[in-house]
Nanobody, 124 residues
Framework: QVQLVRSGGGLVQAGGSLRLSCAAS????????MGWFRQAPGKEREFVAS????????SYADSVQGRFTISRDNIKNTVYLQMNSLKPEDTAVYYC?????????????????WGQGTQVTVSS
């Protein structure tokens, strides 16, 4: 069993920044890719960003490319999502997830473990 404990999130004005963190335990963190997804009210959960097991490869949704950065620390067993230039449309509940694969993937079904969501609200 994998436990994912997230921190960060909150309320920020448009143009501002936030950083989300997700600490993992329960298996060898460095062997698996990690990802972030989000779900806005009334919408499906969507892919935001992912990072390979070594951190050498990342993927981003088009909507966040150039504004968000995913990273990981395999010593601290933690994955991060740095969010800059936030927009009101980024408002959602954000989830970190642990994949069953090594490589970076944006496919929801490739992720077997999910953390509790954290609310990010961007005011205009």
């Amino acid at each position: 069993q994998v436990q994912l404990v997230r921190s960060g999130g909150g309320l920020v004005q448009a143009g501002g920044s936030l950083r989300l963190s997700c600490a993992a335990s329960g298996r060898t963190f460095s062997r698996y890719a990690m990802g972030w997804f989000r779900q806005a009210p009334g919408k499906e959960r969507e892919f935001v960003a992912s990072i390979s097991s070594t951190g050498g490869s990342t993927s981003y949704a088009d909507s966040v490319q150039g504004r968000f950065t995913i990273s990981r620390d395999n010593i601290k067993n933690t994955v991060y999502l740095q969010m800059n230039s936030l927009k009101p449309e980024d408002t959602a509940v954000y989830y970190c997830a642990a994949s069953v694969l090594k490589y970076s993937t944006g496919i929801r079904n490739d992720y077997a473990y999910w953390g509790q969501g954290t609310q990010v609200t961007v005011s205009s």
